[in-house]
């Protein structure tokens, strides 16, 4: 049976099309294909599988759009038949360095990695998190400080997405890493992105959110999590990911615009942990978080 999708047809202005790109793929869209339109604008064109979810992605790309300033009237809808999204937009990725160590690449861009660099092959997917939105970036910057000072035992990606902070963590020496996802497409693409990092055997993936019930033996025993999501879930999220951290155990909340990190500071300081700092790219930041 040949799969239905939505497709989206977005005007942006040029100066805003990378962002809005890099946007719309951590909101789970598909691969996002630019092209030239009037003077001083772009067209960006992504696609969303019709079936569960669709709605609520839709919903997603709109209000991150919003924030942009771009707004419904500048996005044309469509319904189509199946294609290979990702194959279109292959010039649209290639590899690029994170922090000190880490160099993601899609497989088809086989220029060689940098010296001193560690590989991570991600090839742009239905999932969140290509690395590129400044949130995922400030994920996998903790998590590389993390993982030099003492890489974690056991770690959790929290809306792990396509796994990207998970599988990074792992090639960087984090012994275990369980990733929690409540979208089966994001669980399926972190368990095939550990797979072809090499690094499957060390990483459990579960369609669910946290809890004890879902962790099981190692609640109470984590040593750092990162949760990359929205502010209203990390609000939310904040009894269980206290509850699951070991003592000393530390996190990095990420997902929130810059305008929130003061408002997340405050529901962790109420809810237990001790702040240790925040950081910011562009418009958006983290705050970093241990139970004391």
């Known amino acids: 049976m040949t799969k239905k999708w939505l497709e989206l047809i977005i005007e942006v202005r040029e100066e805003l099309a990378e962002d809005a790109a890099a946007r719309i793929l951590e909101v789970g869209a598909s691969a996002v294909e630019e092209r030239e339109s009037a003077a001083g604008a772009s067209l960006l064109i992504t696609h969303i599988a019709l079936e569960d979810g669709a709605t609520r992605k839709l919903r997603r790309v709109e209000a991150l759009l919003a924030t942009m300033g771009v707004k419904k009237s500048a996005i044309t809808l469509k319904n189509i038949e199946d294609q290979d999204w990702v194959a279109r937009s292959r010039g649209h990725f290639k590899g690029e360095a994170y922090g000190e160590r880490l160099w993601v690449r899609p497989p088809w861009d086989e220029s060689e990695t940098p010296p001193g660099r560690i590989e991570l092959v991600l090839e742009p997917g239905l999932a969140f998190g290509t690395g590129r939105h400044p949130s995922t970036r400030l994920a996998l910057l903790a998590i590389e400080r993390r993982c030099a000072l003492n890489p974690p035992e056991r770690m959790v990606d929290l809306g792990c997405g396509s796994g990207i902070l998970g599988v990074a963590a792992l090639l960087y020496g984090a012994r275990r890493v369980t990733a929690f996802d409540l979208d089966p497409a994001a669980t399926q693409e972190t368990t095939a992105l550990a797979e072809r990092n090499g690094v499957g055997e060390r990483m459990t993936t579960l369609g669910t959110t946290l809890t004890q019930a879902a962790l099981g033996e190692p609640w109470g025993r984590v040593d750092f999590i990162a949760a990359n999501i929205f502010l209203d879930a990390l609000r939310e999220l904040a009894p269980q990911i206290h509850g699951a951290l070991a003592p000393g155990g530390r996190a990095v909340l990420s997902g929130i615009g810059y305008e929130g990190a003061d408002t ?16 910011r790219i562009e418009e958006w930041a983290s705050v970093e978080v241990v139970k004391p």
């Open 264 to 279: 997340l500071a405050r529901i962790y300081e109420e809810a237990g942990f001790r702040v240790e700092g925040t950081n």
